[in-house]
Structure formats: structure tokens, C-alpha cells
């Protein structure tokens, strides 16, 4: 139950992330440099999709410059993945 409970809990606060980066109050770029916990495990494609004006394509297309897989998470990324990332989004 108690495992449910914390699922429950970052799925709400995740969501809650979500609708704070389509309107605009906070940035991939942000989440991607200073992960909370509860999106480390989230996958970075989810996160752009979440973005104003990113859409599969642009996503697709940013995650392929930066050599990173649609399924890896905000965790799993390597140093020079979220220098990469960053970088490119804030172009």
C-alpha cells in the first residue's frame, strides 16, 4: 500500500510539472539541469512533449542531435546528454 501511495504521489506531482511547463512557469531546460527526485525517473521525451511548441518531431529531432534515446529518463543521462540538451534548448 505504502508503495501505491508514493506511485499515486509522483504521478500527481509530475502532472503538476507538466502543466508548469505548458504554461510556461518553468522550463525543460531547469527540470533537465536540476532534476527533483520525482522526475528522474520520468523520460525526457515526456518532458519536451510537455513544452509549449515542441511537438513528437521536434522532440524526435532534438533528442537525436544530442544522441539520446526516446526512452531513457532524466536520470539515466550522461553529463554531456544534459549539457547537450540544455544547450540546445536554450537555442
Known amino acids: 500500500m505504502e508503495a501505491l501511495r508514493r506511485a499515486n504521489e509522483i504521478r500527481s506531482?509530475?502532472?503538476?510539472?507538466?502543466?508548469?511547463?505548458?504554461?510556461?512557469?518553468?522550463?525543460?531546460?531547469a527540470v533537465v539541469a536540476d532534476p527533483p527526485d520525482y522526475v528522474l525517473t520520468?523520460?525526457?521525451?515526456?518532458?519536451?512533449?510537455a513544452t509549449p511548441k515542441l511537438g513528437?518531431?521536434?522532440?524526435?529531432?532534438?533528442?537525436?542531435?544530442?544522441?539520446?534515446?526516446?526512452?531513457?529518463t532524466i536520470g539515466g543521462l550522461s553529463e554531456?546528454?544534459?549539457?547537450?540538451?540544455?544547450?540546445?534548448?536554450g537555442t
Open 42 to 49: 520520468a523520460k525526457v521525451f515526456d518532458m519536451l512533449l
Open 13 to 29: 506531482l509530475r502532472a503538476e510539472l507538466k502543466k508548469e511547463l505548458k504554461a510556461g512557469r518553468t522550463t525543460v531546460s
Open 80 to 89: 554531456r546528454q544534459r549539457g547537450e540538451l540544455i544547450e540546445l534548448l
Open 56 to 72: 513528437k518531431v521536434k522532440a524526435t529531432r532534438l533528442l537525436n542531435q544530442c544522441r539520446i534515446s526516446q526512452g531513457k
